[in-house]
Nanobody, 127 residues
Framework: QVLLVESGGGLVQAGGSLRLSCAASGRTFSRYTMGWFRQAPGKERDFVAAISWREGITYYADSAKGRFTISRDNAKNTVYLQMDSLKPEDTAVYYC????????????????????WGQGTQVTVSS
């Protein structure tokens, strides 16, 4: 069993920044790709970014490229999402997730590739 706890959400004006954190339980964190997804009201949960178990390899949705940065600190069992130049359309609940398979990252943009999810943190961007 893995527990994921997100934090760092809040209300920010357009153009502002937020840094989300996701703390994971367990001792095998470094073996797994980790992802961030988001879900706006009435919409599906969409991929935002992922970072491979192999540190330094990252993946981004087109909407996040150039504005968001995913990173991880394996010593702290934590994955981060730095969000800059935020837009009102970034408003959503943001979820972190752990990849199902260790030492693997193919199809990391697919929800079905992840087996554990956090409870989510609300991000609201005002215009």
């Amino acid at each position: 069993q893995v527990l994921l706890v997100e934090s760092g959400g809040g209300l920010v004006q357009a153009g502002g920044s937020l840094r989300l954190s996701c703390a994971a339980s367990g001792r095998t964190f470094s073996r797994y790709t980790m992802g961030w997804f988001r879900q706006a009201p009435g919409k599906e949960r969409d991929f935002v970014a992922a970072i491979s178990w192999r540190e330094g390899i990252t993946y981004y949705a087109d909407s996040a490229k150039g504005r968001f940065t995913i990173s991880r600190d394996n010593a702290k069992n934590t994955v981060y999402l730095q969000m800059d130049s935020l837009k009102p359309e970034d408003t959503a609940v943001y979820y972190c997730a752990k990849f199902q398979r260790e030492y693997y990252s193919m199809n990391c943009s697919e929800r079905s590739s992840y087996d554990y999810w956090g409870q989510g943190t609300q991000v609201t961007v005002s215009s």
